[in-house]
């Protein structure tokens, strides 16, 4: 199987497409006909029709060259005529270089829309994929694959459109004037170093294919090494690992460089083997002109002009090899975007799926069964019910479930038996967006932004006013805080929130969480980060937050759900326990346990003491 039909994927399991480079012209060809385009398509035909006129220009300005050396040989003195095909020769001579400066002004805005749509609809969709997806891919490489496809849309856009299809007819146009003026020979000769240049680009062009795709694949683990290596510094200083990343960045590198050093060799190769096609097609042109000048055949002029013309020629010609170069270099960089473009999320909104109907916000699981992909365990079997406005708790040892079942709630999973309801509405028949607006979030660990505080607070609500961004501060006990501040809520928080201390970031995210006033709030282990003064002080404004709202949490510490209206156990995936926290206590089982260990260890207290 040849190069540019071989399908394969790496390690991000974005699978990559046919790399010819009819599919290649075909995307961009479908990208011009898109109606975001459609403004821009008197800026493209005007670009055109100055490159062709450019053209015209190049091709005859070395016959007003010819004329003038004539002039001077045939010693008759005229210098008017000498003088007016001089201006002519560097007239055309000039409008031939300048023009397409002219023409990439006005097609610069066409080059950068079209890239633009390209990478927007490229990131638009990998948002869109599921998350399973998200949770094995690498965001450097996933960010290279987006890059080099937009990028790659650029090449092919400004050679084709300004290299090939121009070249082609200046070579045309070039041969029929040494055909018609000079004699068929000259233009035979022209021919024959065309197909002879264009032949040997073709063949070691596709075996640079191969080489370019794999140094891309090396490009994209480097960089994704390095994002991975960069945001996690905090953990590579923890475990004083600079050292050892520094080598894995130096070996990544080091094979970076090996499959560099490849594609570089075979570009001299193809560069000097262009070189000597062309040399030899000028040398055969100068040999017959010279030949026959000596004849009596043709004028010194003539065989000036021959040369020119030819080397003119070859001029594009030798962009012609690079633009083909590029254009197979864009087709192997579109393979992985057009891989990433046919990937269709496992989670998608049914055709015609109407927006969700609330109706206070309760959730209902049914006999629900849900295995993670490679994993044994999962959820077998549960059924739930959360009435409107009530709150219920979720407990239960690491690994048995909990977070799975919000996940299922949100629809970032579909089960793979029973039915997920809020209002009596099967969240697969909904739109995912208008679910997750009625839901709200706070995990674990706090995922910020690395904007300001304003910015990560009004998440959910992008225009709101700082009035109501400090409303929502101060009921998350970030008031005092953010006053302390020279900088106020344009505050930066760092990477990932790491500016901020663990019970800052989960007040701010406790802060978004009520700011987007969602239907259904969701706390997924919001407050085991904090410490316990902090979290007595978190928890009352999550209790705050949760009235007259549906509240799902899921707690570590039991005395963050005691005095919810019902609780859940689980364990190995089923639903073992079920009732108040009087009632589970004196079950004497699991959650018995739980809250005994707790009690002992000083994490936990009843929630009389706590409201005492």
């Known amino acids: 199987m040849s190069a540019a039909h071989h399908s394969f994927h790496d390690d991000d399991t974005i699978q990559s497409s046919d790399g010819g480079i009819g599919p290649a012209l075909v995307r961009v060809f479908r990208l011009l006909a898109r109606d975001e385009l459609k403004r821009q398509r008197p800026l493209m035909a005007l670009a055109i029709i100055i490159t062709l006129v450019a053209k015209v220009f190049s091709v005859a300005s070395p016959v007003f060259f010819g004329e003038a050396v004539n002039v001077v040989a045939s010693g008759a003195g005229a210098v008017g005529a000498l003088v007016g095909l001089l201006a002519l020769w560097a007239f055309t001579r000039f409008l031939a270089s ?75 146009l070039a041969a029929a004037l040494l055909a018609v003026r000079y004699g068929p020979g000259f233009a035979l000769i022209a021919v024959i170093t065309v197909v002879a240049y264009i032949g040997f680009t073709l063949w070691v062009t596709e075996w640079r294919v191969k080489q370019r795709r794999e140094m891309n694949e090396v490009d994209s683990n480097l960089r994704a090494s390095v994002v991975d290596s960069l945001t996690n510094f905090e953990t590579v200083k923890a475990f004083a690992a600079e050292a050892r990343e520094a080598d894995k960045f130096s070996q990544n590198f080091g094979r970076y460089n090996h499959k560099y050093i490849a594609v570089i060799r075979s570009l001299s190769v193809l560069n000097g083997g262009q070189e000597l096609v062309m040399s030899a097609g000028v040398f055969a042109a100068a040999l017959v002109a010279g030949l026959g000048a000596l004849k009596g055949g043709l004028s010194i002029g003539d065989m000036t002009a021959v040369v020119l013309i030819l080397m003119n020629i070859f001029r594009p010609l030798g962009i012609l090899g690079f633009a083909w170069r590029e254009i197979k270099q864009g087709a192997v960089d579109l393979e992985k975007l057009d891989g990433l473009l046919a990937m269709t999320p496992e989670v998608a909104d049914a055709a015609g799926a109407p927006d969700i109907n609330l109706n206070g916000g309760a959730v209902r699981f049914e006999h629900v069964a849900f295995t993670h992909e490679g994993r044994n365990d999962g959820l077998r079997d549960v059924s739930f019910t959360v009435k409107p406005g009530t709150r219920i708790g979720i407990a239960g040892p690491s690994g048995a479930g909990k977070s799975t079942i919000l996940r299922l709630l949100f629809r970032f999973y579909d089960p793979q038996a029973g039915r997920v309801l809020v209002d009596g509405q099967d969240v697969r028949g909904i739109t995912q967006q208008s679910l997750r607006d009625a839901l709200a979030l706070v995990p674990q660990d706090v995922a910020l932004f690395n904007e300001s505080l304003r910015a990560n607070m009004a998440y959910a609500k992008p225009d709101a006013s700082d009035d109501e961004i400090m409303a929502v501060a101060e009921r998350a006990h970030l008031g005092d805080f953010i006053r302390s501040l020279p900088q106020g809520l344009d505050t930066r928080v760092g990477e990932r929130g790491l500016k901020l201390s663990g019970g800052e970031k989960q007040r701010v995210g406790i802060a978004r969480a009520i700011m987007k006033d969602p239907a259904i709030l969701v706390l997924d282990e919001a407050t085991s980060s904090l410490d316990s003064e902090t979290e007595r002080e978190v928890q009352d404004a999550l209790n705050d937050a949760a009235k007259g709202r549906t509240t799902i949490t899921i707690a570590h510490r039991l005395s963050t759900i005691a005095d919810a209206d019902q609780i859940i156990v689980v364990d190995q995936g089923r639903i073992v326990e079920n009732g108040t926290h009087e009632e589970l206590l004196a079950l004497q089982g699991i959650y018995a346990a739980m809250w005994q260990r707790q009690i002992e260890s000083g994490e936990a207290q009843s929630p009389a003491a706590q409201s005492g």
């Open 98 to 172: 300048a023009l397409p400066q002219v023409r990439t002004m006005f097609f610069a805005p066409v080059s950068q829309e079209a890239q633009r749509i390209t990478a927007v609809e490229a990131f638009e969709h990998a948002s869109n994929l599921s998350l399973q997806f998200h949770l094995t891919r690498r965001a450097g490489a996933l960010n290279r694959v987006i890059e080099r496809g937009s990028g790659a849309i650029d090449f092919l856009l400004r050679f084709l459109a300004f290299n090939i299809v121009p070249t082609l007819i200046e070579l045309i």
